[in-house]
């Protein structure tokens, strides 16, 4: 079964450190991937998203994809109390979610 | 903010009841889906309907009927449900159901079923 899995966290860092998010897939065929955060209690809200090998940086974001190692990560830099929330990253070809990381940032 | 809305927010029914959750999107997308969310479990994808065809469905069980009459409305009718479809039920949008295309949610309708 192809899919797409997340380190369930939590996920601990301080306040204006780097947070890494990573995700793993097994469908090669795997083209495009998007992160998404959601706030408890909410739904999920795009963050960004990469289609291509190599980094795609959007402000705080870094989002990197390896197709080699089938894997997709997402780096926040200077994080923030306001980041905390669960991140999901989707491999959107066959509109596949990973379980979500939970990531708290510790003022 | 959001141009996919949901109504309603919250919704508690009886094993025998019947009920209906609407979705709207004005953002002029053509593909909507219903998705499932349980605690502690992944985004379950329910229904995909692109320009008014339903394209997948994931063997949803049938207690599950969705509807959608315009590209714009997106309802999903609910009977007969089990305590174990409590769940937030989640609608999204997206322009045209392609692969790598962008999905935008709604903010969720929180089902109860006693």
């Known amino acids: 079964q192809k899919e797409v899995e997340q380190n369930s966290g939590p996920l601990s860092v301080p306040e204006g450190a780097i947070a890494s998010l990573n995700c793993t897939y097994s469908?090669?065929?795997?083209?495009?991937f998007f992160w998404y955060r959601q706030y408890s209690g909410k739904s999920p809200e795009l963050i960004m998203f990469i289609y291509s090998n190599g980094d795609k940086e959007d402000g705080r974001f870094t989002a990197q994809l390896n197709k080699a190692s089938q894997y997709v990560s997402l780096l926040i830099r200077d994080s923030q109390p306001s980041d905390s929330a669960t991140y999901l990253c989707?491999?959107?070809?066959?509109?596949?979610f990973g379980a979500g990381t939970r990531l708290t940032v510790k003022p | 903010e959001t141009g996919v809305t949901q109504t309603p927010r919250h919704l508690v029914m009886g094993m025998t009841n019947k009920k209906s959750l609407k979705c709207e999107q004005h953002l002029g997308h053509n593909a909507m889906y219903w998705y499932k969310q349980s605690a502690k479990k992944p985004l379950e994808l329910m229904f995909v309907y692109s320009l008014e065809e339903r394209v997948e469905n994931n063997s949803v069980p049938s207690r599950f009927s969705p509807e959608c009459p315009n590209s714009s409305h997106l309802f999903l009718h609910l009977h007969t449900l089990q305590p174990e479809d409590s769940a937030l039920y989640l609608c999204a949008s997206s322009q045209d159901g392609s692969s790598g295309d962008t999905q935008y949610f709604g903010p969720g309708t929180r089902l109860t079923v006693l």
């Open positions: 469908d090669r065929g795997s083209q495009s």
């Open positions: 989707a491999g959107l070809n066959d509109m596949r």
